[in-house]
């Protein structure tokens, strides 16, 4: 391939430990050249399978096409997890003219007629061509990938949808600085024991170390980060600072200006409802659900209004108990968003004698690790070894070999634990490089993953012990079930590796691996007192368990309203008012004034940030049916590590990616197919 002087090789040429980037020799500048060369380059392998003058077979269409793109994937994978994980304006700029230029690129690809002619010879050929289960559901995948991309529609048609395409991708990109823009600029300072009331030694530590990172000298500041707002609604005494701060978080990307996101989902909704119907859907939901599990948005709506009839009706019961609170402390207001955290806690201290604060020195970001990667070896035989020297493309991040029991190196693992104002909000998996076992084109048979998990913990001051609330212990256990999605893979073709399933069978995995969490021989191993070193008490890990399915009416109704707004939007179309849209389907579903959706509409990341849970938020509750009946097969034997089923569970769900039909791999691990009762019975809301 031709270089410019400017191209870094670094950025695709990982020589690394095990194929690891060399993180350190990467500049942001580097970027813009590579994805100059990598783009030219797949645009010539993209020719040159669809000038291929011989007959169209599975190896030199299909195949081919699997091996194209891997310089451009390298370049992709760096980039977007700079522009996540360590953004800055030089990124952010280079972000809103790739996002487009991708676009563009992808769409002619998708509809590049003398290829998609290959492949459409070869899906009409199908069941001639002696494939094998993995082979024809990747053949499936790229001829489906192209119809959905317009690669049927005429001339005129495909113009306009590549228009649409790249217009959303630039909407998408902008939507996400917008956010991180309002969280990283907002802070509430404190001074003093006044502002002060309430707050536990932990909080404080957290927030000096937010006002140490921010300008302003300040000695504590609440910022919008999660790890940070959160413990700050639910232990200040001060209702007037819970207020503002609570005002300032559901107030992202809707403050009005440059950062404001009322305009850009309104134009989003109205290019996905077009971009639907130029492909003969219904409407954008049809389009999204066409290949899940769910299917239709009735199958949808229907789970959901199920859970939402009971969980709304728990909330009622919840708000009543909160109430009487407030009354006890002679202060006279109904329950407010603000107020429901704070009380909440308060409550469960009463009913189940003790408090977040008492729990939390118990819940040590490194042993919860520990206790992560040991629950791995447990059930999957695998371990995490420790490459203390590797540089990560952070100085927080850490990074592992993981073994099987043979000690074959079998993926990599980086792990970015703590919040910065240069990471966006929020936890997630990705990966730099998928599992597969084709032979490369440099000779290397196959590659292993190397995956990485991103979280936003509270980073304690210099030598002090990160802790972690049991949301913050989930939302680890939660990621890094992705990623071990994503490293037991086993699987030939890389468009089906890992993580590559469908949208409501993705979350099947993570959700399933929080369940370990909360064990009683994890927690009475690994739940130990960040002074004394000792483990948890019997009593105070009897009270935590017995208080799993406190607040859930809450939770579940937060969660809820959000997925059914997300529905709505894309099953009515075009909006005038998606704020007036959002306010309407939470009046008619009877949403309590105590409490707000979890992602408002301005700052629905899930949904308007991309085009990743669009239509697609219901897919956390979707795989929570399958994920609660999954760990009641462990619970049937009586031991939460039973070797024969942590056994069928590698192979048919952890192991296969999107090789297998995701009902057909949860048959072969569970030999039915589960109903909603058993996520009920979770959550306490089965009455």
Same mark, same amino acid.
């Given at each position: 391939?031709?270089?410019?002087?400017?191209?870094?090789?670094?950025?695709?040429?990982?020589?690394?430990?095990?194929?690891?980037?060399?993180?350190?020799?990467?500049?942001?500048?580097?970027?813009?050249?590579?994805?100059?060369?990598?783009?030219?380059?797949?645009?010539?392998?993209?020719?040159?399978?669809?000038?291929?003058?011989?007959?169209?077979?599975?190896?030199?269409?299909?195949?081919?096409?699997?091996?194209?793109?891997?310089?451009?994937?390298?370049?992709?994978?760096?980039?977007?997890?700079?522009?996540?994980?360590?953004?800055?304006?030089?990124?952010?700029?280079?972000?809103?003219?790739?996002?487009?230029?991708?676009?563009?690129?992808?769409?002619?690809?998708?509809?590049?007629?003398?290829?998609?002619?290959?492949?459409?010879?070869?899906?009409?050929?199908?069941?001639?061509?002696?494939?094998?289960?993995?082979?024809?559901?990747?053949?499936?995948?790229?001829?489906?990938?192209?119809?959905?991309?317009?690669?049927?529609?005429?001339?005129?048609?495909?113009?306009?949808?590549?228009?649409?395409?790249?217009?959303?991708?630039?909407?998408?990109?902008?939507?996400?600085?917008?956010?991180?823009?309002?969280?990283?600029?907002?802070?509430?300072?404190?001074?003093?024991?006044?502002?002060?009331?309430?707050?536990?030694?932990?909080?404080?530590?957290?927030?000096?170390?937010?006002?140490?990172?921010?300008?302003?000298?300040?000695?504590?500041?609440?910022?919008?980060?999660?790890?940070?707002?959160?413990?700050?609604?639910?232990?200040?005494?001060?209702?007037?600072?819970?207020?503002?701060?609570?005002?300032?978080?559901?107030?992202?990307?809707?403050?009005?200006?440059?950062?404001?996101?009322?305009?850009?989902?309104?134009?989003?909704?109205?290019?996905?409802?077009?971009?639907?119907?130029?492909?003969?859907?219904?409407?954008?939901?049809?389009?999204?659900?066409?290949?899940?599990?769910?299917?239709?948005?009735?199958?949808?709506?229907?789970?959901?209004?199920?859970?939402?009839?009971?969980?709304?009706?728990?909330?009622?019961?919840?708000?009543?108990?909160?109430?009487?609170?407030?009354?006890?402390?002679?202060?006279?207001?109904?329950?407010?968003?603000?107020?429901?955290?704070?009380?909440?806690?308060?409550?469960?201290?009463?009913?189940?004698?003790?408090?977040?604060?008492?729990?939390?020195?118990?819940?040590?970001?490194?042993?919860?690790?520990?206790?992560?990667?040991?629950?791995?070896?447990?059930?999957?035989?695998?371990?995490?070894?420790?490459?203390?020297?590797?540089?990560?493309?952070?100085?927080?991040?850490?990074?592992?070999?993981?073994?099987?029991?043979?000690?074959?190196?079998?993926?990599?693992?980086?792990?970015?634990?703590?919040?910065?104002?240069?990471?966006?909000?929020?936890?997630?998996?990705?990966?730099?490089?998928?599992?597969?076992?084709?032979?490369?084109?440099?000779?290397?048979?196959?590659?292993?993953?190397?995956?990485?998990?991103?979280?936003?913990?509270?980073?304690?001051?210099?030598?002090?012990?990160?802790?972690?609330?049991?949301?913050?212990?989930?939302?680890?256990?939660?990621?890094?079930?992705?990623?071990?999605?994503?490293?037991?893979?086993?699987?030939?073709?890389?468009?089906?590796?890992?993580?590559?399933?469908?949208?409501?069978?993705?979350?099947?995995?993570?959700?399933?691996?929080?369940?370990?969490?909360?064990?009683?021989?994890? %927690?009475?191993?690994? $739940?130990? &007192?960040?002074?004394?070193?000792?483990?948890? +008490?019997? !009593?105070?890990?009897?009270? #935590? @368990? =017995?208080?799993?399915?406190?607040?859930?009416?809450?939770?579940?109704?937060?969660?809820?309203?959000?997925? %059914?707004?997300?529905? $709505?939007? &894309?099953?009515?179309?075009?909006?005038?008012? +998606?704020? !007036?849209?959002?306010?309407? #389907? @939470? =009046?008619?579903?009877?949403?309590?004034?105590?409490?707000?959706?979890?992602?408002?509409?301005?700052?629905?990341?899930?949904?308007?940030?991309?085009?990743?849970?669009?239509?697609?938020?219901?897919?956390?509750?979707?795989?929570?049916?399958?994920? =609660?009946?999954?760990?009641?097969?462990?619970?049937?034997?009586?031991?939460?590590?039973?070797?024969?089923?942590?056994?069928?569970?590698?192979?048919?769900?952890?192991?296969?990616?999107?090789?297998?039909?995701?009902?057909?791999?949860?048959?072969?691990?569970?030999?039915?197919?589960?109903?909603?009762?058993?996520?009920?019975?979770?959550?306490?809301?089965?009455?």
């Amino acid at each position: 391939m031709t270089c410019s002087p400017a191209y870094n090789p670094a950025v695709v040429e990982w020589t690394g430990p095990h194929g690891l980037p060399k993180f350190e020799e990467i500049a942001d500048g580097d970027f813009a050249p590579a994805f100059d060369v990598a783009l030219a380059e797949h645009d010539a392998e993209i020719e040159a399978v669809a000038g291929n003058p011989a007959a169209p077979s599975f190896i030199n269409t299909i195949v081919e096409l699997e091996l194209a793109g891997d310089t451009l994937s390298r370049v992709s994978a760096l980039f977007w997890n700079r522009a996540g994980a360590h953004t800055n304006p030089a990124i952010q700029a280079l972000e809103r003219e790739i996002a487009p230029k991708m676009s563009r690129h992808y769409s002619r690809i998708g509809m590049n007629a003398a290829l998609f002619q290959r492949i459409d010879t070869l899906w009409n050929q199908r069941d001639t061509l002696g494939l094998t289960l993995e082979e024809a559901r990747v053949l499936e995948r790229h001829w489906k990938g192209f119809v959905k991309s317009g690669a049927k529609l005429p001339k005129v048609e495909q113009e306009r949808l590549a228009a649409i395409n790249e217009r959303l991708a630039s909407l998408g990109a902008q939507f996400g600085q917008n956010v991180l823009a309002d969280e990283s600029s907002w802070t509430l300072p404190l001074a003093g024991e006044d502002d002060l009331a309430g707050i536990p030694g932990f909080l404080r530590d957290a927030m000096a170390s937010a006002a140490a990172a921010h300008v302003g000298g300040h000695a504590y500041v609440v910022t919008l980060s999660r790890s940070i707002i959160e413990p700050f609604l639910t232990f200040s005494e001060r209702r007037d600072l819970r207020e503002a701060a609570f005002k300032a978080w559901t107030a992202r990307g809707i403050n009005g200006g440059a950062t404001d996101n009322r305009d850009i989902v309104k134009e989003t909704l109205a290019l996905r409802a077009e971009k639907a119907a130029l492909l003969g859907y219904k409407d954008y939901a049809s389009l999204k659900l066409d290949n899940t599990m769910a299917k239709t948005p009735d199958a949808v709506n229907g789970l959901l209004m199920k859970v939402w009839e009971k969980a709304v009706k728990q909330a009622e019961g919840e708000e009543r108990e909160l109430a009487a609170l407030i009354a006890e402390e002679g202060r006279n207001h109904a329950v407010a968003p603000w107020d429901w955290r704070h009380y909440a806690e308060k409550l469960r201290a009463r009913k189940f004698d003790f408090s977040e604060a008492e729990l939390k020195p118990y819940l040590q970001l490194e042993k919860i690790i520990e206790a992560c990667f040991d629950v791995a070896g447990r059930i999957f035989g695998i371990k995490a070894v420790p490459m203390p020297d590797v540089v990560g493309y952070h100085p927080d991040v850490r990074v592992f070999e993981i073994r099987d029991s043979s000690d074959r190196l079998v993926a990599l693992f980086l792990g970015d634990y703590f919040a910065r104002p240069s990471k966006r909000s929020g936890a997630w998996m990705s990966s730099f490089q998928s599992q597969h076992r084709l032979t490369l084109k440099n000779g290397h048979v196959g590659e292993i993953p190397i995956i990485y998990n991103v979280c936003n913990f509270a980073k304690p001051e210099p030598g002090r012990p990160a802790l972690l609330s049991l949301d913050d212990a989930r939302t680890l256990f939660h990621e890094f079930g992705h990623a071990a999605h994503g490293m037991l893979s086993n699987v030939t073709y890389p468009s089906v590796s890992g993580t590559s399933v469908s949208r409501d069978f993705v979350e099947l995995p993570s959700q399933l691996y929080e369940h370990w969490l909360t064990v009683p021989d994890v %927690l009475k191993t690994y $739940a130990v &007192h960040v002074e004394t070193g000792e483990s948890m +008490p019997q !009593a105070l890990l009897d009270k #935590v @368990l =017995a208080a799993r399915t406190f607040n859930s009416g809450f939770n579940t109704v937060e969660f809820t309203s959000s997925a %059914l707004v997300d529905m $709505a939007f &894309h099953t009515q179309g075009a909006v005038e008012d +998606p704020i !007036a849209v959002q306010t309407a #389907v @939470l =009046a008619k579903i009877g949403m309590p004034a105590s409490m707000v959706m979890r992602h408002a509409t301005p700052h629905f990341q899930h949904v308007f940030s991309g085009d990743g849970y669009s239509a697609g938020y219901y897919s956390y509750m979707w795989s929570e049916v399958l994920d =609660a009946d999954a760990f009641s097969a462990f619970e049937e034997t009586g031991n939460a590590f039973d070797p024969e089923t942590a056994r069928k569970l590698k192979e048919n769900i952890y192991s296969v990616g999107g090789s297998v039909d995701p009902e057909e791999a949860y048959m072969a691990f569970r030999g039915r197919m589960p109903t909603p009762e058993a996520m009920l019975k979770k959550k306490g809301l089965a009455a």
